[in-house]
T-cell receptor, first 113, second 117 residues
């Protein structure tokens, strides 16, 4: 059974600082997705990572995938208040059939001025 | 832009009622999904469908059923609502390429917050 674990689950940080959210998963997969959710809002796709060593960047966010370590990271550089949200990683459990995504618990990120 | 529309943002029902949650997407996506979101548990897949009249169980299908009579519409049915089904329900859709090659994300609706009293 595929399990996906994120840490930390809660993160409070100051503007201008750097930090990393970790996403570990338990079985082989090379399809990993990062989403952002603002309070009361839908999930917004951030990154699609499809191979070992994949790295994608958008603004102050950078995501990477290490399929051998079964680990993805979401790095935040010089955080700003607008990045406050809950971030989810999701892994495609395609061994059990078409795109059964398994989500992590989510990391609630609060960025303080 | 992809638009996934869920019929209600908030819904209050009573134990034992039959509850219908509706989802419509406007991008001709083949795949549609229903998730429930609970604090500390992330999103969990209830059912999905990759074609009209086709359905597949997700990780937590017990107590739920689904219907897909038209490509753009996917309904979640709580046959006899119970208090442990109080949750946020999210619908999503994607192109078939997402399941074949993984290169497309799923697109989500705004969610329905369902309370069962």
């Amino acid at each position: 059974e595929l399990k996906v674990e994120q840490n930390p689950l809660f993160l409070s940080m100051q503007e201008g600082k750097n930090y990393t959210i970790y996403c570990n998963y338990s079985t082989t997969s090379d399809r990993l997705y990062w989403y952002r959710q603002d309070p009361g809002k839908s999930l917004e796709s951030l990154f699609v990572l499809l191979s070992n060593g994949a790295v994608k960047q958008e603004g102050r966010l950078m995501a990477s995938l290490d399929t051998k370590a079964r680990l993805s990271t979401l790095h935040i550089t010089a955080a700003v208040h607008d990045l406050s949200a809950t971030y989810f990683c999701a892994v495609d459990n395609f061994e059990e059939g078409a795109q059964k995504l398994v989500f992590g618990q989510g990391t609630r990120l609060t960025i303080n001025p | 832009d992809v638009k996934v529309t869920q019929s209600s943002r908030y819904l209050v029902k009573r134990t034992g009622e039959k509850v219908f949650l509706e989802c419509v997407q406007d991008m001709d996506h083949e795949n549609m999904f229903w998730y429930r979101q609970d604090p500390g548990l992330g999103l969990r897949l209830i059912y999905f469908s990759y074609d009209v009249k086709m359905k597949e169980k997700g990780d937590i299908p017990e107590g739920y059923s689904v219907s897909r009579e038209k490509k753009e519409r996917f309904s979640l049915i709580l046959e006899s609502a119970s208090t442990n089904q109080t949750s946020m329900y999210l619908c999503a859709s994607s192109y078939i390429e997402q399941s074949l090659w993984g290169n497309q994300p799923q697109h989500f609706g705004d969610g329905t917050r369902l309370s069962i009293l």
